[in-house]
């Protein structure tokens, strides 16, 4: 089967290049080729290294540039225009089924669906319009917001498959789209990633890392990787940190984030003293693995709000994959697979809470390092990694019935 993948992605976003393309790949040994329609605003250059990493994984690449005078009007008027490039595009390559991910490409594609049966699926991601009210400032009573819900909406109801990353958001956009939306419809897909580069590492490999930062074989290594901003609670972090150190001075707390300056400006205003304890950087993707194979716990702290139940944190699959224990928010997605010996979930970052996970990282974590890696390892291997994201999303298509 073909099948055509509309996205819309910003110049700094590589969630094409280091999530899908991984999936896509292996889902042709099971007969689905894929062809990327995607919409963005980035250079030439980023566009031709898209272009090149879609070759590369056996897809076809076609670059939509969006309209970005008066950016909210440009948007929807790009989106507006856009069903004459899903047209040509499914017209080119002879699709069988056209894969939409989130609003506004799902817009595009509904307006081409106009009066055919072509089946859809609609990859909801998470639910990134109520993102835009938590975090954007948004409101929900405006013309652009009730506007978008609407097209949500009316994607879940024409979609054959309906693809989401948490059983969360199952309930929720099955409520907004109404009676009759079947229940089977839905399918919960992962944000996997190649076990094979996030892995458990080995003992030296773990050795020579923290020789890098200049720190002891043994010392605790806390680890951060991803976006920074208010939501990610970076304070908490610090906290959490401190409250470590005064147990191990050795202790040392990794940050690997594409703005590294915003940690870096915060520790020193938050406590310089904790400043030798800390190491900020930014590292190439493929890079990451080897700096959390050599680390101990990792963080993903996340503000619990309403849009925050239909994501998939993908840090969580990383560190897991990599053997280390977590300390995630509670009701940040699904995190049923979290239990005791796989890591520590908050429910807010107060002193108490905050006191309560340094305890438990240093008397029950770290005494019994190697059995935590170990049973993080197969946790992240049964829920994060490659093969169970390729398996859920081939079910979803295979739910599908195309005419032939």
């Given at each position: 089967?073909?099948?055509?993948?509309?996205?819309?992605?910003?110049?700094?976003?590589?969630?094409?290049?280091?999530?899908?393309?991984?999936?896509?790949?292996q889902?042709q040994?099971?007969?689905?080729?894929?062809?990327?329609?995607?919409?963005?605003?980035?250079?030439?250059?980023v566009?031709?290294?898209?272009r090149?990493?879609?070759e590369?994984?056996?897809?076809?690449?076609?670059?939509?540039p969006?309209?970005?005078?008066?950016?909210?009007?440009?948007?929807?008027?790009?989106?507006?225009?856009?069903?004459?490039?899903?047209?040509?595009?499914?017209?080119?390559?002879?699709i069988?089924?056209?894969?939409?991910?989130?609003?506004l490409?799902?817009?595009?594609?509904?307006?081409?669906?106009r009066?055919r049966?072509?089946?859809?699926v609609?990859?909801?991601?998470g639910?990134p319009?109520?993102?835009?009210?938590d975090?954007?400032?948004?409101?929900p009573s405006?013309?652009?917001?009730?506007?978008?819900?609407?097209?949500?909406?009316?994607?879940?109801?024409?979609?054959d498959?309906?693809l989401?990353?948490s059983?969360?958001?199952?309930?929720?956009?099955?409520?907004?789209?109404?009676?009759?939306?079947?229940?089977?419809r839905?399918?919960?897909?992962?944000?996997?990633r190649?076990?094979?580069?996030?892995?458990?590492?080995?003992?030296?490999?773990?050795?020579a890392?923290?020789?890098?930062l200049?720190?002891p074989?043994?010392?605790?290594?806390?680890?951060?990787?991803?976006?920074?901003?208010?939501?990610?609670?970076?304070?908490?972090?610090?906290?959490?940190?401190?409250l470590?150190r005064?147990s191990r001075?050795?202790?040392?707390f990794?940050?690997l984030?594409?703005?590294?300056?915003v940690?870096?400006?915060?520790?020193s205003?938050?406590?310089?003293?904790?400043a030798?304890?800390?190491?900020?950087?930014r590292?190439?993707?493929?890079?990451?693995?080897?700096?959390?194979?050599?680390?101990?716990?990792?963080?993903?702290?996340r503000?619990?709000?309403?849009s925050?139940?239909?994501?998939a944190?993908?840090?969580l699959?990383?560190?897991?994959?990599?053997g280390?224990?977590?300390?995630?928010?509670r009701?940040?997605?699904?995190s049923?697979?979290?239990?005791?010996?796989?890591?520590?979930?908050?429910?807010?970052?107060?002193?108490?809470?905050?006191?309560?996970?340094?305890?438990?990282?240093?008397?029950?974590?770290?005494?019994?390092?190697?059995d935590y890696r170990?049973?993080?390892?197969?946790?992240?291997v049964?829920h994060?990694?490659?093969?169970s994201s390729v398996?859920?999303?081939?079910?979803?298509?295979?739910?599908?019935?195309v005419?032939?």
């Open positions: 089967m073909n099948v055509l993948f509309v996205t819309w992605d910003g110049p700094q976003v590589s969630y094409l290049e280091s999530l899908f393309l991984p999936i896509f790949k889902l040994y099971f007969g689905f080729h894929f062809h990327i329609l995607q919409f963005s605003w980035s250079s030439a250059e566009t031709d290294q898209r090149k990493e879609c590369n994984s056996g897809c076809t690449y076609t670059y939509v969006v309209i970005r005078r008066h950016v909210a009007l440009g948007g929807l008027v790009t989106s507006l225009l856009g069903a004459r490039q899903v047209s040509k595009a499914i017209e080119e390559h002879d069988d089924i056209i894969m939409a991910r989130s609003t490409p799902a817009l595009s594609t509904l307006l081409y669906l009066g049966k072509t089946p859809f609609f990859d909801a991601d639910l319009l109520d993102e835009r009210v975090f954007a400032g948004q409101s405006s013309l652009v917001y009730r506007l978008l819900r609407d097209i949500e909406a009316q994607a879940v109801r024409r979609a498959a309906v989401t990353r059983r969360k958001a199952v309930s929720i956009l099955q409520a907004r789209a109404g009676a009759g939306t079947a229940d089977d839905f399918h919960v897909v992962s944000n996997g190649d076990s094979a580069l996030f892995s458990s590492g080995e003992a030296d490999d773990r050795i890392v923290k020789e890098r200049g720190i074989a043994d010392a605790p290594l806390v680890v951060y990787a991803g976006s920074l901003g208010p939501q990610y609670a970076p304070e908490a972090m610090l906290s959490l940190f401190g470590i005064e001075l050795d202790a040392h990794l940050v984030s594409g703005s590294p300056e940690m870096s400006d915060l520790v205003a938050y406590d310089s003293s904790l030798t304890g800390v190491t900020v950087m590292v190439d993707a493929n890079e990451v693995p080897q700096w959390l194979v050599a680390s101990d716990l990792g963080l993903a702290f503000e619990p709000t309403f925050m139940q239909g994501v944190p993908i840090k699959g990383e560190y897991l994959l990599c280390l224990p977590v300390v995630a928010t009701g940040v997605g699904d049923h697979f979290i239990d005791e010996n796989s890591g520590f979930l908050v429910n807010g970052c107060d002193a108490d809470t905050l006191a309560s996970v340094a305890d438990w990282f240093i008397h029950k974590v770290l005494p019994a390092r190697e170990t049973h993080c390892r197969s946790v992240g049964e994060f990694s490659l093969e398996e859920a999303y081939r079910k979803a298509l295979l739910s599908i019935q005419e032939p």
